[in-house]
């Protein structure tokens, strides 16, 4: 540029020159004199010199002002092109490090005006709602009022759209080189022109085929867009669809994670995930409750073996094994140990989960509670039992009440006929089954007692080698035909109990160890001291009782219905009580058996430490 | 064998001694012929020797119950025509329903008296 000045200036200097020259030859026509130089007027050769040499002159310099507005127009249009270049650069900045959609087209609509230099921007959007508007989001620069007159849809066909419409129906730009006199503009001219708007161009946004909306730049001169600057305003378009579409990506992703993340922790059932090896490493808000935590970080990491009892490990272990080969384990029930110590029974589900390429990853379980379940089925069960022990009451009351109303009819019908030993047996019968009634109502006024926590004891200092040998002494008399065998210790130590119910727990062994023997067998009784107990035992050679029967025998609901069929007289409460009254005397009954060899039954009361060692 | 009489013959199954005792006596004042069993097997085995005309039947009897031995009394051809009366502690309607469904011709309830077993196996025997 500056050269192209210096040359204009040259030749202007020159030319200056010359018509100096031609001047003063014009006066030394008319007096030679005044010159010093000795020139011929006549010259013609010379002024045709002259002439010719001023006309290229003025021919150069038109020339090279055209050269000067040509450079100065390419410097212009330089300027603008490396202003566009500028707003995509800072526009391409703004992509990528925008957090939000909104800012992200404010923030591109400002810089379109502040470095792009056009005098107006605005993105808007096609709407699908049933009038198929085409809303405004964002706008920068001279607007007033200008958007609010405009009211646009995208409903029919681009012709006679507005320029952002007609872009965004076809996909393609739209250029108004004139808002004055583009006939595609003439709705739109006066207000245009009352804004500035000489010229003007909208773009399509529109990513992965999707057309989002356009984006209208406007500009003060007409003709403003040339093809190069248009080409970086088609790539800055793209570049905002893309950077709007990666947005929408990312809030629509997060917005299901979160979505996710609320499933996750609004389940009542504990979400647990781990690894293959059964490591924790997630787990919902539900799971840490059930699994007793106050947090997260207490579980993460742990193995879940570490949660369920010693006792459901093994059981645990195949069941993930299983998961791992079938995909799935459901309903499989363990208990597990809170941090606290306390029990819980839950109920677990397990399936594999999987890496993309298909490849087991780890595992997530669903972990229930069931307390309630549990108690519920413990509920319905007792409830069971109950009806049961009324109906096996009712069945109990009964016989000795068939007896006591078949004797005495018998007595008042026939008392003539009966000989005085069938009378006599008549009332023995009606006597006894009176007893049995009256020891049948005391059993279970001890039960509802006990049941109650009204079970009291009346304990005394106690004879106890007397109390025991007078029991047994009537136990052979009650079955004379057994042999009951006594094993005492010699000095018995005082003991502080309650006689009558002791009586009672030695009386009922006895009874069961009776009826569940063969009348050639002994039944032993022993007592002796360890531990600082004092241990009474009464063993049969009955039929004995299956392991896995024994723990059971001293519940007093345990399988009634069972027991009865089995054992048709008595309703096994025995057992129960003789555990309550033991227990009472905080000590502890127990049997051992084994099936066809016979049964011993023990019971260990704490011996007085004051009085241990002290005859009565 | 033939019979001595012409006395009716009631087989009694029942394993309360006391009340065994009481029917024993009872039927026995009231003319019949008494024959008693304590569990299920030997009652069946009384059966089958023959010339029971009524069975008195408890439910509830150690090893074989009453409920099979009723069974096996209608299966087998040769009892099926005894009538069996059921004489049970359980009042409870479905049993006696069963009863009566498996062919029982009464089911009596205990406690009772004296009179109602006597009407009761008249009956039971002229049905």
Same mark, same amino acid.
């Given at each position: 540029?500056?050269?192209?000045?210096?040359?204009?200036?040259?030749?202007?200097?020159?030319?200056?020159?010359?018509?100096?020259?031609?001047?003063?030859?014009?006066?030394?026509?008319?007096?030679?004199?005044?010159?010093g130089?000795?020139?011929?007027?006549?010259?013609?050769?010379?002024?045709?010199?002259?002439?010719?040499?001023?006309?290229?002159?003025?021919?150069?310099?038109?020339?090279?002002?055209l050269?000067?507005?040509?450079?100065?127009?390419?410097?212009?249009?330089?300027?603008?092109?490396?202003?566009?270049?500028?707003?995509?650069?800072?526009?391409?900045?703004?992509?990528?490090?925008?957090?939000?959609?909104?800012?992200?087209?404010?923030?591109?609509?400002r810089?379109?005006?502040?470095?792009?230099?056009?005098?107006?921007?605005?993105?808007?959007?096609?709407?699908?709602?049933?009038?198929?508007?085409?809303?405004?989001?964002?706008?920068?620069?001279?607007?007033?009022?200008?958007?609010?007159?405009?009211?646009?849809?995208?409903?029919g066909?681009?012709?006679?759209?507005?320029?952002?419409?007609?872009a965004?129906?076809?996909?393609?730009?739209?250029?108004?080189?004139?808002?004055?006199?583009?006939?595609?503009?003439?709705?739109?001219?006066?207000?245009a022109?009352?804004?500035?708007?000489?010229?003007?161009?909208?773009?399509?946004?529109?990513?992965?085929?999707?057309?989002?909306?356009a984006?209208?730049?406007?500009?003060?001169?007409?003709?403003?867009?040339?093809?190069?600057?248009? #080409?970086?305003?088609?790539?800055?378009?793209n570049?905002?669809?893309?950077?709007?579409?990666?947005?929408?990506?990312?809030?629509?992703?997060?917005?299901?994670?979160?979505?996710?993340?609320?499933?996750?922790?609004?389940?009542?059932?504990?979400?647990?995930?781990?690894?293959?090896?059964?490591?924790?490493?997630?787990?919902?808000?539900?799971?840490?409750?059930?699994?007793?935590?106050?947090?997260?970080?207490?579980?993460?990491?742990?193995?879940?073996?570490?949660?369920?009892?010693?006792?459901?490990?093994?059981?645990?272990?195949?069941?993930?094994?299983?998961?791992?080969?079938?995909?799935?384990f459901?309903?499989?029930?363990?208990?597990?140990?809170k941090?606290?110590?306390?029990?819980?029974?839950?109920?677990?589900?397990?399936?594999?989960?999987?890496?993309?390429?298909?490849?087991?990853?780890?595992?997530i379980?669903?972990?229930?509670?069931?307390?309630?379940?549990?108690?519920?089925?413990?509920?319905?069960?007792?409830?069971?039992?109950?009806t049961?022990?009324?109906?096996?009451?009712?069945?109990?009351?009964?016989?000795?009440?068939?007896?006591?109303?078949?004797?005495?009819?018998?007595?008042?019908?026939?008392?003539?006929?009966?000989?005085?030993?069938?009378?006599?047996?008549?009332?023995?019968?009606?006597?006894?089954?009176?007893?049995?009634?009256?020891?049948?109502?005391?059993?279970?006024?001890?039960?509802?007692?006990?049941?109650?926590?009204?079970f009291?004891?009346?304990?005394?200092?106690?004879?106890?080698?007397?109390l025991?040998?007078?029991?047994?002494?009537?136990?052979?008399?009650?079955?004379?035909?057994?042999?009951?065998?006594?094993?005492?210790?010699?000095?018995?130590?005082?003991?502080?109990?309650?006689?009558?119910?002791?009586?009672q727990?030695?009386?009922?062994?006895?009874?069961?160890?009776?009826?569940?023997?063969?009348?050639?067998?002994?039944?032993?009784?022993?007592?002796?001291?360890?531990?600082?107990?004092?241990?009474?035992?009464?063993?049969?050679?009955?039929?004995?009782?299956?392991?896995?029967?024994?723990?059971?025998?001293?519940?007093?609901?345990y399988?009634?219905?069972?027991?009865?069929? #089995?054992?048709?007289?008595?309703?096994?409460?025995?057992?129960?009580?003789?555990?309550?009254?033991?227990?009472?005397?905080r000590?502890?009954?127990?049997?051992?058996?084994?099936?066809?060899?016979?049964?011993?039954?023990?019971?260990?009361?704490?011996?007085?430490?004051?009085?241990?060692?002290?005859?009565? | 064998?033939?019979?001595?009489?012409?006395k009716?013959?009631v087989?009694?199954?029942?394993?309360?001694?006391?009340?065994?005792?009481?029917?024993?006596?009872?039927?026995?004042?009231?003319?019949?012929?008494?024959?008693?069993?304590?569990?299920?097997?030997?009652?069946?085995?009384?059966?089958?020797?023959?010339?029971?005309?009524?069975?008195?039947?408890?439910?509830?009897?150690?090893?074989?119950?009453?409920?099979?031995?009723?069974?096996?009394m209608?299966?087998?051809?040769?009892?099926?025509?005894?009538?069996?009366?059921?004489?049970?502690?359980?009042?409870?309607?479905?049993?006696?329903?069963?009863?009566?469904?498996?062919?029982?011709?009464?089911?009596?309830?205990?406690?009772?008296?004296?009179?109602?077993?006597?009407?009761?196996?008249?009956?039971?025997?002229?049905?």
């Amino acid at each position: 540029m500056e050269q192209i000045l210096k040359n204009k200036e040259k030749s202007t200097s020159e030319l200056l020159t010359l018509l100096k020259l031609a001047t003063e030859l014009d006066i030394t026509e008319g007096s030679q004199k005044q010159t010093g130089v000795q020139l011929s007027i006549n010259d013609t050769d010379l002024r045709e010199l002259v002439e010719g040499q001023i006309s290229k002159l003025l021919q150069n310099n038109e020339n090279l002002e055209l050269e000067i507005k040509k450079r100065k127009r390419m410097a212009e249009h330089l300027f603008k092109l490396n202003k566009a270049f500028r707003t995509l650069c800072q526009c391409n900045k703004i992509v990528t490090h925008a957090g939000d959609e909104s800012a992200l087209l404010n923030e591109i609509c400002r810089t379109i005006v502040g470095v792009g230099g056009y005098r107006f921007a605005w993105i808007g959007f096609g709407i699908n709602n049933n009038k198929k508007t085409f809303r405004r989001e964002v706008h920068a620069g001279y607007e007033e009022g200008y958007l609010d007159s405009l009211d646009l849809t995208w409903a029919g066909n681009p012709m006679g759209q507005h320029p952002a419409v007609a872009a965004f129906l076809t996909g393609n730009y739209c250029l108004i080189n004139n808002t004055l006199t583009d006939i595609d503009y003439a709705p739109w001219h006066s207000r245009a022109l009352q804004s500035g708007y000489a010229s003007l161009i909208a773009f399509p946004l529109v990513t992965n085929g999707q057309r989002l909306g356009a984006l209208t730049i406007y500009a003060t001169e007409p003709g403003a867009f040339a093809k190069d600057e248009i #080409e970086l305003l088609i790539e800055l378009s793209n570049d905002i669809a893309h950077g709007i579409a990666v947005l929408r990506d990312r809030t629509a992703h997060r917005k299901t994670e979160e979505k996710l993340k609320l499933m996750f922790d609004s389940v009542t059932d504990g979400i647990t995930v781990m690894d293959l090896n059964g490591i924790i490493t997630d787990t919902n808000d539900s799971a840490i409750q059930i699994y007793g935590y106050d947090s997260k970080d207490g579980i993460l990491g742990k193995s879940v073996f570490e949660l369920i009892t010693a006792d459901d490990c093994d059981k645990a272990m195949e069941n993930l094994k299983k998961t791992l080969v079938e995909g799935r384990f459901e309903g499989a029930e363990y208990t597990m140990v809170k941090p606290d110590g306390s029990i819980v029974p839950i109920e677990q589900s397990t399936s594999i989960l999987r890496d993309p390429d298909g490849n087991p990853d780890g595992i997530i379980s669903v972990t229930r509670d069931i307390t309630e379940r549990k108690k519920a089925h413990q509920y319905e069960e007792m409830d069971r039992l109950k009806t049961n022990l009324l109906s096996a009451v009712s069945h109990e009351l009964r016989t000795p009440l068939a007896s006591i109303k078949g004797y005495s009819t018998l007595l008042l019908d026939y008392s003539d006929r009966l000989d005085s030993e069938k009378q006599s047996h008549s009332l023995t019968c009606i006597d006894n089954a009176t007893d049995n009634l009256t020891e049948l109502i005391d059993h279970l006024l001890d039960l509802s007692r006990l049941e109650a926590g009204l079970f009291r004891l009346d304990k005394r200092p106690t004879e106890f080698g007397g109390l025991l040998r007078d029991t047994i002494a009537e136990a052979k008399v009650r079955y004379p035909d057994n042999r009951i065998e006594i094993r005492l210790l010699k000095d018995f130590p005082a003991m502080l109990v309650d006689g009558r119910r002791i009586r009672q727990v030695v009386d009922n062994l006895l009874d069961n160890a009776v009826k569940y023997s063969q009348k050639d067998t002994a039944v032993t009784v022993r007592a002796k001291r360890g531990g600082g107990e004092l241990i009474i035992s009464v063993s049969d050679q009955g039929r004995g009782i299956p392991a896995e029967e024994i723990e059971y025998i001293f519940d007093r609901m345990y399988r009634l219905e069972e027991r009865l069929s #089995e054992n048709p007289s008595g309703l096994g409460l025995g057992l129960s009580l003789c555990k309550a009254i033991v227990e009472a005397h905080r000590g502890r009954i127990w049997a051992e058996s084994k099936v066809g060899k016979g049964s011993t039954f023990y019971f260990a009361l704490p011996l007085d430490k004051k009085k241990a060692g002290k005859k009565l | 064998m033939t019979l001595q009489s012409e006395k009716i013959n009631v087989l009694v199954i029942e394993d309360e001694p006391d009340i065994q005792t009481f029917v024993v006596w009872l039927l026995a004042l009231e003319g019949y012929e008494v024959g008693a069993a304590s569990t299920g097997e030997h009652g069946l085995e009384m059966a089958r020797a023959g010339g029971a005309n009524l069975m008195l039947l408890d439910l509830r009897l150690p090893g074989r119950d009453g409920w099979s031995v009723l069974a096996e009394m209608k299966r087998d051809t040769k009892l099926a025509d005894i009538p069996v009366v059921i004489f049970s502690a359980s009042a409870a309607v479905p049993q006696k329903e069963k009863a009566l469904g498996m062919g029982a011709v009464d089911y009596l309830v205990k406690p009772l008296s004296a009179e109602k077993l006597r009407k009761c196996i008249k009956r039971a025997l002229a049905s």
